[in-house]
């Protein structure tokens, strides 16, 4: 696709599920990182991932939050055993290459998590 | 450390020029950018500015770069309706641990009144 898709756009558990949300990247992009946007904590960095190097997971919150890409292209990240405190927007971003001007990221949609 | 400061909020009438201003604390960050969201929308990029820059103009919007003092700056001439929407800065580095990763702003809500 054109641009950056997210899956699902939205999504209600109940406290103590498990959710899987699912990021497409812009097919070319070698990088790709999650953040959350939550009305307390605004926009934070949780992972990113490059190529075949080891992601960088220094944002994730708890060892309950883990993300894995899959052929260098969709990612998935997983929020285990979900508490209130994990509802937010959580959004997917991709950049052609990181550290230069080809490093623009492009976000998704996002995918509104509610934990009730 | 990583610190990116916008005020809260900001109010124009149409037609007037928005001056959204943004501060940061790290003086390795290499690119500065501004972003857009709408109501219930993601991020849109609108602009961007390497850090060896002052100024970028892009059709009604202006970026200004002061490097000493850690200010960044974004102009929208002749305001309209359609661009009240929440306005980030953000800045990455291209070294170190943090590589490639945004540090956003708090976020300015700008509402343009008719």
């Given at each position: 696709g054109a641009g950056v898709s997210q899956s699902p756009s939205n999504k209600v558990t109940e406290k103590g599920k498990d959710v899987e949300l699912r990021c497409d990247p812009i097919s070319g992009h070698t990088a790709l990182y999650w953040y959350r946007q939550s009305l307390g904590q605004g926009l934070e960095f949780l992972i990113y991932f490059q190529g075949?190097?080891?992601?960088?997971?220094?944002?994730?919150?708890?060892?309950?939050f883990s993300a894995e890409r899959t052929g260098g292209s969709v990612s998935t990240l997983t929020i285990q055993?979900?508490?209130?405190?994990?509802?937010a927007v959580y959004l997917c971003a991709s950049s052609l290459?990181?550290?230069?001007?080809?490093?623009?990221q492009y976000f998704g949609p996002g995918t509104r998590l509610t934990v009730l | 450390g990583e610190d990116v400061e916008q005020s809260l909020f900001l109010s124009v009438r149409e037609g007037d020029s928005s001056v959204i201003n943004c501060t940061y604390t790290?003086?390795?960050?290499?690119y500065l950018y501004w972003y857009k969201q709408e109501p219930g929308a993601g991020l849109q990029l609108l602009t961007y500015i390497f850090s060896n820059m002052d100024m970028k103009q892009d059709q009604r919007l202006t970026v200004l770069l002061n490097k000493k003092d850690k200010h960044l700056s974004l102009r929208i001439a002749?305001?309209?309706?359609?661009?009240s929407a929440i306005y980030f800065c953000a800045e990455s580095r291209t070294?170190?641990?943090?590589?490639g990763k945004l540090t956003f702003g708090q976020g300015t809500i700008l509402t343009v009144h008719p």
């Open positions: 075949n190097s080891a992601p960088d997971k220094s944002g994730l919150p708890s060892d309950r055993r979900t508490q209130q405190e994990d509802s290459v990181p550290g230069g001007s080809t490093d623009t | 790290d003086s390795s960050s290499t002749d305001t309209q309706t359609g661009d070294g170190g641990t943090s590589y």
